[in-house]
């Protein structure tokens, strides 16, 4: 645990002097602080009505002075607070003036602060939206706490700008209980599972977990705003998700030296949620949950691996390998199998021979050898396969004589070729491969298994894995969207709408369950017996119906998957059962250019399209409910991995 | 009356021997027909249960004949018919290989006739769309006459692509009336009205018309799909408006004379329509109206005129003086205005003085002139200002030294200049001046005329036009949308959805009643007494809601206005009660990126912005209801008027 988690930043509503601006830039610098909150009436050229006019004067010329101190970076560590309350349709003016004003002095990030009702939400819309349109400035809206649906609706309407984020504003003590670091449970706990990627401990309830905390996570936030006056000693539960997170928080300067008091004691508290994690999760590799909680916490997409096609590095393969808890369900699984081939009659006679497809630096053969050792089992011979050459030096170093303690040595060929192009000379009974993607299927794990596998088995070898489905579930996902347009504005590239890409979805908001949709089971060696419009060899069709659970905006869908590697064992990344502590795989994530709003009970009914034919794979979807879409990437002209 | 209005092509679902396509597109060049439909039942190599094997053989060697006789033009002569009859689902892979044969002989539009229910909708689009996004095939899809919904389905799941149309095939003949050409009425009627433009003649009911007709008018038509067998002698009421647009017909070979024959007293009988015209709208400019309709029939967008930031060329001036209808409107006010102040008190006191605001090369003069003469006034001096020099010298050769016979000389100074720059030395008692646009004030005469106004005619004089309301009204215009979305990929300029554009909206399709959004009454000569947050000055806000009259798809609304020249006269653009033989502005149009599905009773609500400061004007627009959209043309991006 390095950094203390918190950010602060002061909003100070005096108005300042001259030497205020400087005496701000300077604490921000001190207390490594993000940015300062100033205010913003303006001069009176424009604001006409202001009574401090000498308070003002410093607008004028200080930047000259901050710029030759702070190395003429003093606009982007300030973002100007329009003080005008919003009472009244004139005010309006004033806004658009102090913005105005704004942009002349180089500050181009407003806070706005509008506690606006339904009716005046229209006109200032549309003169955010100006303001974000025509002069490129960044609009950071204050919300309150519970009416994200004014928020929602602003964002609507300002075409989900990059350029707009969202500050909201912490509900007042009063409002929610405040509950001491000491007492982990209630509100506190579930965010802090969550934000790693944890199912609940036993015995701890997440009623009264507040959702509206969840729904805030997955905007793009800008900063928490804290109400006024901060209660001493008891901080807001509320405010440990976005403290976990490292969202900015704004407080008054008055509050600051409170507010690192309570970094502090979060900090020290943190030790005792590590004792809980490890307690309950004794598999997992502690340092790589945290270090991916922290790292892929933002919901930025991410182009999919795509080992099939292109050779993994060396890092990469030592990042999966980290995975202690995907690998100890191989163990398991691979267990159970070699006990059930060791149960057959005929066992004796021939001898054991594995083949691991696709081994990458091994990681399945290690499983594969402490599996037969723990359980005392003799394996004869280990064929590993391995198209990657350079991966392959690695793996001969490592298992060309193998041995474990009972068994001596082992004859282990390692074999440079694709396995989907080697014909084998003999079978083997168990044929071990990890060829999962995100979205389970999407690797083309079917596409190199189902045709090879009765080569390489017969009739009676096993598969680990045996069987996968993939997951869909509708999402709110703001970040990950405003990652995509920013992604298209630079590239100038509008298909990235049409591609699936793989994101760290746990702050994204699930508007409801995840539902199954495509299933290949290689323990069954039979062909499917029959073949329909949309169904043929490994391309498939599915037409799912969601009942949306919350209400929200509906970004695109999540893709999950689970996995029976082998009897009862298996893993899953489905949200609500997902496997505790794996982090090999984030979600896939299949977006729409044009989000939807989604009440409670709504039906979102999306086709997914699974196609793979002439050497290729893709993907194609569109929404059919609430309203009827386009098809995205058609004919799989914007994202397909060649099968070749 | 020109070219027949008739535009054959021949479907021939005869299998084609070697010399058939040499003879097919020998007829077409003699009948002068646009292309033929050749079936498509491929060779046996994609199709393998053809019974027609050696028929087929010109597929592979034709090309090259025919590229000799016809400049290798016969892959844009033909256009290929998939003749697998889609029932079941593998017919689909049938009709997949049919269109990768066509691919393969260079022939890429195809016409599908699926016939298709609910069921099979799904995979036939993503199909489709897979050819037009993976191939760049054009897809004709022919839909039976009373299933506009499926089509929508389709259209929307292949995301509105330019390259899918439609050809709706016509209803057999026991489904509709059968009419005589010589029995103008009924069907027949209201759609040759719509046409050009025109109301209802007095005494002819619009009932029974064939509204299904007017759907599909409004959308990506290719041709129009005769049914077989086509009744001798009794020609489908449901054909006319297809005919009058020379929409392309497929008919059987085995009817071409028969159409003829049909086209031919189609000729002959387009006298009678034209004598019921005349005979309804004495005032119209026939030819003019006939060439506008025929010329600008297709919805294509243009880009509206800025008379105020560029100097109109001599031949659009003079297109525009054509219009007699509007000029014979206003000549009726200014005699109506002229009577009012000779009917005043102290009328003999002073001189008549007129100023005419803008006279380009001198219409309103004209009008002017002769209203003073009918009636018997003596105007004594007209001052005329133009800030066009070139249009000047026209005026000043024309009008320097006028006379009417009574009145004898009138003082008439040409004022080359910016008339709100001017500063009159006198007040006059009339102004005169034509600044609308299509929208009404989308030309900014309210900003031309608001402030100058009150100098030029002091606290008496006129203003013609008193009153101006611009209207709007949803609608669905596949055709311009298909243009603006060509117009957006040619020019890789996304911004077209963010522009107003004028279109000749004549077959779209109205899905609601135009409603009022912003008037300008220069009758009252006071202040607006209030101001509030959307409207201050010329600038102005609305939100309309309609309730949809129609089903359909809503493209984007149609901009239209009303103006009330003086006391009862009045010119009015707005569907239903456009005054008849108009013909200077088509619609606004208003278009939505994302076009919507529209239920018959489903609410539509629009906001509009008219935002007029800083030198500039423009209008911002978004869609509450159905779906809330973002606000388009924000701070006038994309889109404005320069007022300097």
Redesign the interface.
């Known amino acids: 645990m390095q950094t203390p988690p918190l950010t602060l930043c002061t909003h100070d509503s005096e108005p300042y002097r001259r030497c205020r601006l400087c005496t701000t830039l300077q604490a921000l610098s001190e207390k490594s602080m993000d940015f300062a909150v100033v205010p913003l009436d303006a001069a009176p050229d424009v604001y006409p009505g202001c009574r401090n006019y000498s308070d003002f004067a410093y607008f004028d010329d200080s930047p000259c002075v901050a710029r030759s101190q702070y190395e003429s970076s003093w606009e982007k560590l300030c973002v100007g607070r329009v003080q005008t309350p919003i009472q009244?349709?004139?005010d309006?003016k004033a806004v658009e003036a102090a913005a105005m004003y704004s942009l002349h002095i180089g500050m181009r990030t407003i806070l706005i602060d509008p506690g606006v009702g339904h009716r005046?939400l229209?006109?200032l819309?549309?003169l955010l939206?100006?303001?974000?349109?025509?002069?490129k400035m960044s609009v950071w809206y204050v919300s309150p706490w519970d009416q994200w649906k004014s928020w929602n609706?602003l964002r609507?309407?300002?075409?989900?700008?990059p350029l707009l984020g969202v500050c909201p504003r912490l509900p007042l003590m009063s409002d929610t209980t405040s509950v001491g670091l000491n007492s982990m449970h209630g509100k506190t706990l579930p965010s802090i599972c969550r934000y790693f990627g944890l199912p609940l401990p036993k015995g701890i309830s997440a009623a009264g977990h507040d959702k509206l905390g969840d729904l805030w996570l997955s905007e793009p936030l800008r900063a928490v705003y804290a109400q006024q006056p901060f209660a001493k000693g008891h901080p807001h539960s509320a405010l440990f998700p976005f403290l976990l997170r490292k969202v900015p928080l704004i407080v008054h300067k008055t509050c600051i030296d409170e507010f690192r008091g309570f970094a502090k004691s979060f900090e020290l508290e943190k030790e005792e949620i590590f004792s809980i994690f490890r307690k309950t999760y004794p598999d997992a590799n502690e340092d790589l949950v945290v270090t991916t909680a922290r790292e892929y916490h933002d919901g930025t997409p991410l182009a999919p691996l795509r080992p099939l096609q292109e050779n993994l590095e060396n890092g990469v393969y030592e990042a999966f390998e980290r995975d202690s808890v995907k690998y100890s369900a191989y163990q398991k699984a691979i267990a159970v199998a070699l006990q059930e081939i060791r149960a057959r009659k005929d066992f004796q006679k021939s001898g054991l021979n594995v083949a691991i497809l696709g081994a990458g630096r091994g990681p399945l053969v290690t499983c594969m050898m402490e599996a037969a050792y723990k359980i005392g089992i003799k394996v004869d011979c280990v064929h590993i396969f391995e198209k990657n050459k350079w991966a392959c030096r690695t793996l001969e170093k490592r298992f060309h004589h193998m041995s474990n303690e009972d068994c001596s040595r082992i004859h282990s060929p390692v074999i440079q070729h694709d396995f989907r192009k080697w014909k084998p000379d003999r079978t083997f009974d168990l044929a071990i491969s990890e060829l999962l993607g995100s979205f389970g299927c999407n690797e083309a794990s079917p596409e190199c298994l189902v045709d090879t596998l009765p080569e390489y088995l017969g009739k009676r070898g096993l598969s680990i894995p045996q069987r996968y489905t993939s997951y869909l579930a509708p999402v709110q996902a703001a970040k990950t969207h405003e990652s995509l347009l920013q992604m298209s504005a630079k590239s100038k590239d509008p298909s990235v709408f049409e591609r699936l890409h793989v994101v760290n979805l746990r702050d994204a908001h699930f508007l409801g369950k995840p539902v199954a949709c495509f299933e290949f089971d290689h323990g069954k060696r039979q062909v499917e017996p029959h073949s329909?419009?949309?169904n043929e060899g490994c391309s498939k069709?599915c037409?799912l119906t969601f009942i949306a659970t919350e209400e929200g905006v509906l970004h695109g869908f999540a893709g999950q998957f689970d996995c029976t590697l082998f009897g009862t064992e298996g893993i899953s990344t489905v949200e609500g059962s997902r496997t505790a502590g794996l982090v090999s795989w984030f979600s896939t994530y299949l977006p729409l250019r044009?989000p939807?709003?989604i009440g409670k009970d709504d039906r979102v009914t999306v086709?997914l399209?699974r196609i793979s034919k002439e050497g290729k794979l893709w993907y194609?979807w569109?929404i059919e409910e609430p309203?009827?879409?386009?098809?995205s990437n058609?004919?799989?002209?914007h994202d397909f991995l060649d099968l070749s």
Not at 129 to 135: S, V
Not at 156 to 161: D, L, T
Not at 627 to 631: D, K, P, Q, V
């Open positions: 009244g349709p004139s309006l005046l229209k006109p819309a549309r939206n100006e303001l974000m349109n025509r002069h609706q609507f309407m300002c075409g989900h700008n329909d419009m949309h069709f037409s044009n939807m709003r086709n399209w194609e569109n309203h009827l879409t386009g098809i058609s004919g799989g002209v």
